[in-house]
Structure formats: C-alpha cells, structure tokens
T-cell receptor, first 115, second 113 residues
C-alpha cells in the first residue's frame, strides 16, 4: 500500500522553463513533507520541506506547495537548469502513530532538463 | 556538516552468505534508518532505530536484521543473502521528532550472485 505516490515516472523540460513535480499522499497522520534530490550512485540530498501548518515554502529557485485538503504537494523549480537533472523523491513524516519520525518515500520522478 | 558514512560503495556477495552493511553518523542523531532503493519502487524502509538497542520493523524487514549497540553506528545484516536482495542500500540519520530532515549516506550497491 503506497502511502506516498509520485504518479509521473519522468518529466522532461527545457532549460529556463518551470519544472513541476507532483506528489500525493493518503495517510492523514502525515504532518511534515520533504523533497529530496538524488544523482546516480549517490545518496539523496535534502532540498526543501514544508510543515502542514503552511501552504507554501520557498528557497531560491525551489518552491513547495501543500494542499492539505487534497493531500497533494508539488515542487516548482524556476528556472530549471541542466544541473537539476536527477531523480526527485517526495517524502512524508507522521505526527503520530506508526508513522511517527519515519520518512515514507514516493517512487521518484526522473527530471531531465535539456539545454 | 552532518556526515553519514557507509562502509562500502560496492559489494558482491554469493547466495547464502551472511552480509554486514555498516553505517556511522557523526552528529549524535537519535534516529537511524536503513532503506533500499529499487527502480520504480522508490526508497523502502527496512528498519528504523530511535535509540541504542531500540529498533522497529519497516515496510520490508523480511530477510534482514539490524544492530545498534552504539548511538553512532547502525548495522544491517542479511542473514542469508539471496539474489532478490540485490539493490542499492541507503543509511540515514535524523534528530528525534516529526519535523526534521534525514541525512543520507552515499549508498552501498550490493550485488548477490
């Protein structure tokens, strides 16, 4: 039972344009959401996070939006650069219950930014 | 900077061998995790530890065990390696709580032949 879902396995965009990566979740106990970036043969690196009390968090070119009623979040990258090409993982942490303190990840989306 | 170090980048083991994957973190984090990454499946949690000698099963614990005798070290053990355990294994650590990011090691690519 996939509690965090990234339904787009891949996304291709042109350099300078916006990249939008989407993520849906089903567990109502999830309270904190994160995006990670991963290059081949390396561990994931933290990008940006958002608490459930907010609907937007911005850090430079990266913005995460949270729609709690729809159980949906998205990562916007503007402008996209070729160096952004990587696998992006959405993750969620629960505020209580069996999901407390543990990161649950989506399947990942491969982003390719073309020069 | 937080550093999470996994003992090997690449490992090749034979079916039936006992395999140890070691992970060390240097930031006094309470939580430590072992995940495996497979194409199309994302990162799946194998085991989680929230304190020394404390552990919880994740989503796919079958065929694995863990050991945490010291706060900074978390070991993943494959009791009898099988070919379906060929994967990328990722260790992570974080502070306790529900609103903190985890930091990952560089990963161990394990091939079981």
């Amino acid at each position: 039972d996939q509690q965090v879902k990234q339904n787009s396995p891949s996304l291709s965009v042109q350099e300078g344009r916006i990249s939008i990566l989407n993520c849906d979740y089903t567990n109502s106990m999830f309270d904190y959401f994160l995006w990670y970036k991963k290059y081949p043969a390396e561990g994931p690196t933290f990008l940006i996070s958002i608490s459930s009390i907010k609907d937007k968090n911005e850090d430079g070119r990266f913005t995460v939006f949270l729609n709690k009623s729809a159980k949906h979040l998205s990562l916007h990258i503007v402008p996209s650069q070729p160096g952004d090409s990587a696998v992006y993982f959405c993750a969620a942490i629960g505020a209580g219950g069996t999901s407390y303190g543990k990161l649950t990840f989506g399947q990942g989306t491969i982003l390719t930014v073309h020069p | 900077d937080v550093k999470v170090t996994q003992s090997s980048r690449y490992l090749v083991k034979r079916t039936g061998e006992k395999v140890f994957l070691e992970c060390v973190q240097d930031m006094d984090h309470e939580n430590m995790f072992w995940y495996r990454q497979d194409p199309g499946l994302g990162l799946r949690l194998i085991y989680f530890s929230y304190d020394v000698k404390m552990k919880e099963k994740g989503d796919i614990p079958e065929g694995y065990s863990v050991s945490r005798e010291k706060k900074e070290r978390f070991s993943l053990i494959l009791e009898s390696a099988s070919t379906n355990q060929t994967s990328m294994y990722l260790c992570a650590s974080s502070l306790s709580g529900a609103d903190t990011e985890a930091f990952f090691g560089q990963g161990t690519r394990l091939t079981v032949v």
